[in-house]
């Protein structure tokens, strides 16, 4: 099965940006959608942003205009640029197949503080 390891988060003041990665132990990703969710203390788990295997993107409302989603399909990762963050952003973030996903990976934390 599909292995995730997500990378890139940190502390990092309002305003301020990071730039997340998903790397994939397969190739397998290239085929299906994959999606970032993030999980903040005390609440579930929810979406975040998705790409499908051509491209095209979406995002949950809130961080529209702020988060990007991208692919490397040659290098099996998925990326996650995120800017203008607020404290709200904070969360343990996952990337995933979306829909049915696969097993979880230890997840990358954001913590957006002054």
């Known amino acids: 099965q599909v292995q995730f390891v997500e990378s890139g988060g940190g502390l990092v003041q309002p305003g301020g940006s990071l730039r997340l990665s998903c790397a994939a132990s397969?190739?397998?990703?290239?085929?299906?959608?994959i999606a970032w969710y993030r999980q903040a203390p005390g609440k579930q788990r929810e979406w975040v942003a998705s790409?499908?295997?051509?491209?095209?993107?979406d995002y949950e409302d809130s961080v529209k205009g702020r988060f990007i989603i991208s692919r490397d399909t040659a290098k099996n990762t998925v990326y996650l640029q995120m800017k203008t963050l607020e404290p709200e952003d904070t969360a343990v973030y996952y990337c995933?197949?979306?829909?049915?996903?696969?097993?979880w990976g230890q997840g990358t934390q954001v913590t957006v503080s002054s």
């Open positions: 397969t190739n397998e990703i290239r085929f299906v959608t």
């Open positions: 995933n197949k979306f829909g049915s996903p696969w097993r």
């Open positions: 790409i499908t295997r051509s491209g095209q993107t």
